[in-house]
C-alpha cells in the first residue's frame, strides 16, 4: 500500500514568503506528526495530531507556524513570514494510533530552502 | 530533562565486520526506545523498537539492540555489516504513561559507512 507521501519534494522561497507543506497519510492512521530535521542534526517534534486535533503542538518554534488537519486526514504545515533559519527538511509521519508503541511511519520530506 | 545522546557521529567499518552504534538517553519515566535508519533520498525507517519484557530485542536486516536499564543504553549491534547497511542511525525515546505525549526525543544520529 502507499505509504506516507508528501509535497513538494523541494520548496525555495524568499525570505518573508508564506509556504504551505502539504502531507497525505497512511490511510486509516489516526495520529500525524510533524517534525523538522536541520542538516546534521535529528529528527526535532514540531506538532502531533490525534484525529482533526492537535494533541501536542509544544514543539512549534515560534507563533509563524501553524499546522492544521481540517478532516483527520491529510494535513497542511503553513509557515509565514519565512526566515533563513527556518531551512531544514520537514518530516512527515503518521501512526494507527496514538500511543508511543505505534509504529510511526515516516514520509520523505520536504527539503525547504529559504534564501 | 528528556535527551538521547548518541556520542560516535560518524564511523566506518569494514564489511563483514561487527557493528555497534551506542546510544544513552535520559527519561524520566520508563521508555520506550527506537531504533531508525535513514538512507540517503529515503525516509525514516524503523529498525526496532524495546517497550517491555526481554531486554534484547531482534529487528530487520539483522540487527539487534539490548536495553541495559542500570546503564541508561540502547546499543545497536550487527554481528556481519553489509555494503547497503551505509546510512544514518537514529536512536529516539518516547513516552509510555497513559496521557504523556507521544513525541519522540532524537539523537543526532550516527553516520555509517562501510569500507569494501
Known amino acids: 500500500g502507499a505509504g506516507v507521501s508528501q509535497t513538494p519534494s523541494n520548496k525555495v522561497t524568499e525570505k518573508g514568503k508564506y509556504v504551505e507543506l502539504r502531507c497525505d497519510p497512511i490511510?486509516?492512521?489516526?495520529?500525524l506528526y510533524w517534525y523538522r530535521q536541520s542538516l546534521g542534526q535529528g529528527p526535532e517534534f514540531l506538532i502531533y495530531f490525534q484525529g482533526t486535533g492537535a494533541a501536542d503542538d509544544s514543539g512549534l518554534p515560534n507563533d509563524r507556524f501553524f499546522a492544521v488537519r481540517p478532516e483527520g486526514s491529510v494535513s497542511t504545515l503553513k509557515i509565514q513570514r519565512t526566515e533563513r533559519g527556518d531551512s531544514a527538511v520537514y518530516l512527515c509521519?503518521?501512526?494507527?494510533?496514538?500511543?508511543?508503541?505505534?509504529?510511526?511511519?515516516f514520509g520523505p520530506g520536504t527539503r525547504l530552502t529559504v534564501l | 530533562a528528556q535527551s538521547v545522546t548518541q556520542p560516535d557521529i560518524h564511523i566506518t567499518v569494514s564489511e563483514g565486520a561487527s557493528l555497534e552504534l551506542r546510544c544513552n538517553y535520559s527519561?524520566?519515566?520508563?521508555?520506550?526506545l527506537f531504533w531508525y535508519v535513514q538512507s540517503p533520498g529515503q525516509g525514516l525507517q524503523l529498525l526496532l523498537k524495546?517497550?517491555?519484557?526481554d531486554t534484547l530485542v531482534q529487528g530487520i536486516k539483522g540487527f539487534e539492540a539490548e536495553f541495559k536499564r542500570s546503564q541508561s543504553s540502547f546499543n545497536l549491534r550487527k554481528p556481519s555489516v553489509h555494503w547497503s547497511d551505509a546510512a544514518e542511525y537514529f536512536c529516539?525515546?518516547?513516552?509510555?504513561?497513559?496521557?504523556?505525549?507521544?513525541?519522540?526525543?532524537w539523537g543526532l544520529g550516527t553516520s555509517l559507512a562501510v569500507n569494501p
Open positions: 529516539a525515546v518516547g513516552g509510555n504513561n497513559a496521557g504523556n505525549n507521544r513525541k519522540l526525543i
Open positions: 490511510s486509516g492512521h489516526t495520529a
Open positions: 509521519a503518521s501512526s494507527l494510533g496514538s500511543s508511543s508503541y505505534n509504529e510511526q511511519f
Open positions: 524495546y517497550f517491555s519484557g
Open positions: 527519561y524520566g519515566a520508563t521508555p520506550y
